[in-house]
C-alpha cells in the first residue's frame, strides 16, 4: 500500500484529496496543526484507521514552519507522495501580514523538500506543489500557459513563486520526482467563506432566508478563471502517477467577472440585479423589491489588483489526459444549493431560541 502524505489536510482541497486518496487503496498521513478550536469541519466523517476498502486514514500533527514536527512525520511515515496544500491562501490577508505567510507558502515548501532529501528518500518520494494562477499576476499574455512569465502581484504570489522555483530545482539539482501544479480558481461547497465566490454563495442564501440585510463587496470587475475543486484534486494526482515529473498549468478555459459570478448565484434565488452608480458608490438593486442587496466597501480592494486570469491547460490535456467534468454553472449550482440547505439549519436553530 503506498503512503501520501497530504498537507492542508483540513482545507477544501485537503479534504477532496483525501477522498480521492482513499478510494484509490492508499494509506494517506493526513497533516493537521494543533489548534485551539477545531478546524476539522470539512472531514468530520473521515475517521482514522482502516477503511471498507482496505485503505487507511491516519490523523498527525505537524506545522510548516517547524522543521522538527515535519521531519518526525517524514521519518515515521517514510511517505510515497507528498501533496502540499497547506498554505496562507487569503490574497487580501497576505499584505496585512506577508512575513506569515511567506514563512508558510516559501518557506514551508523548502522544509517539505529537506525533508525528503535529508532522510534519504529522493528515489522514493514523489512532491506536490500547490502553485497558482496569481503567479501570473499583472499578466504578459492571454490565456496563460507553463511558459507565460511569471508577474506576482502580491505577497501570497511572491512566496508561492519562491515555492515554485524551489520545487523545479530540488528537481533538477536532487533528482526529486517533483510537480508544480499552476491551479487557476477552483471553487466547491467546501470553500472558506472568506473566499469571494463562497462569500457570494453564502451571503446570497442568508438573504434568502431573511438573516442578513445586504452583501458588502470588492472589485466587481476582476475577471477568473473557475473551475470545480473536486475536478482540480484529479490533476493533482495524476501528475503524481504520471512517469516523469513536471509543471502543469490546470484550468476550464473560460472566464467570467466576479460580476457575472454574482448575478448568476442571485438568479437562482430569484432576484433580479439592476446595479446603480459607479465606483465604491455603486449598488446592486432587487429590481422587483428596490432593495438594496449588494454596496461595494473600499476596505475589500487589494492594493495591487490581478484583473485578468484565464489559464490554457492544453498540456494537461494532451499528457495527463485531464479534463474538468463540472461546468461553471454546475459549479455555482452545487454551492448555492449547499448553503441554502446550511442556512435552512441555521434559521431553524435560530427560530427555536
Request: charged share 30%.
Amino acid at each position: 500500500m503506498k503512503t501520501s502524505l497530504v498537507t492542508g489536510a483540513t482545507g477544501q482541497d485537503g479534504s477532496y484529496l483525501i477522498r480521492k486518496l482513499l478510494s484509490e487503496g492508499r494509506r494517506v498521513c493526513a497533516l493537521t496543526r494543533r489548534v485551539s478550536t477545531s478546524n476539522m469541519a470539512r472531514i468530520t466523517d473521515l475517521k482514522p484507521g482502516v477503511q471498507e476498502n482496505g485503505s487507511e486514514l491516519v490523523y498527525c500533527v505537524g506545522d510548516l514552519t517547524d522543521s522538527p514536527s515535519l521531519m518526525r512525520v517524514f521519518d515515521e511515515y517514510a511517505p510515497d507522495e507528498v501533496y502540499n496544500l497547506a498554505a496562507q491562501s487569503d490574497v487580501r490577508v497576505s499584505f496585512d501580514v506577508p512575513e506569515y505567510t511567506g514563512e508558510v507558502d516559501a518557506l514551508g515548501a523548502l522544509r517539505l523538500l529537506e525533508c525528503i532529501r535529508q532522510l534519504g528518500l529522493t528515489k522514493k518520494t514523489r512532491f506536490y506543489q500547490a502553485s497558482t494562477s496569481e503567479l501570473f499576476g499583472a499578466v504578459r499574455e492571454k490565456p496563460q500557459s507553463e511558459t507565460t512569465p511569471f508577474a506576482p502581484r502580491s505577497p501570497y504570489a511572491i512566496a508561492k513563486l519562491y515555492a515554485y522555483w524551489t520545487t523545479v530545482n530540488y528537481r533538477e539539482a536532487y533528482g526529486i520526482f517533483a510537480c508544480n501544479g499552476i491551479l487557476f480558481n477552483h471553487e466547491s461547497p467546501y470553500r472558506g467563506e472568506n473566499f469571494v465566490t463562497r462569500k457570494i454563495t453564502r451571503a446570497a442564501a442568508r438573504i434568502y432566508y431573511g438573516l442578513q440585510e445586504k452583501l458588502r463587496m470588492g472589485n466587481l470587475d476582476s475577471r477568473r478563471d473557475w473551475g470545480h475543486a473536486q475536478d482540480y484534486v484529479d490533476g493533482m494526482f495524476l501528475m503524481l502517477q504520471h512517469d516523469y515529473p513536471d509543471d502543469y498549468v490546470l484550468a476550464s478555459g473560460e472566464q467570467h467577472s466576479v460580476r457575472e459570478f454574482l448575478e448568476i448565484v442571485f438568479r437562482k434565488l430569484d432576484y433580479d440585479l439592476e446595479w446603480q452608480g459607479h465606483g465604491v458608490d455603486e449598488k446592486g438593486i432587487d429590481r422587483r423589491t428596490g432593495k438594496t442587496l449588494v454596496e461595494i466597501a473600499a476596505e475589500f480592494f487589494r492594493p495591487t489588483e490581478v484583473d485578468y486570469l484565464c489559464g490554457d491547460a492544453t498540456k494537461a490535456r494532451k499528457i495527463l489526459n485531464w479534463r474538468p467534468k463540472h461546468s461553471f454553472d454546475g459549479l455555482i449550482e452545487d454551492m448555492v444549493r449547499h448553503d441554502l440547505e446550511l442556512t435552512q439549519h441555521e434559521k431553524k436553530a435560530l427560530d427555536k431560541l
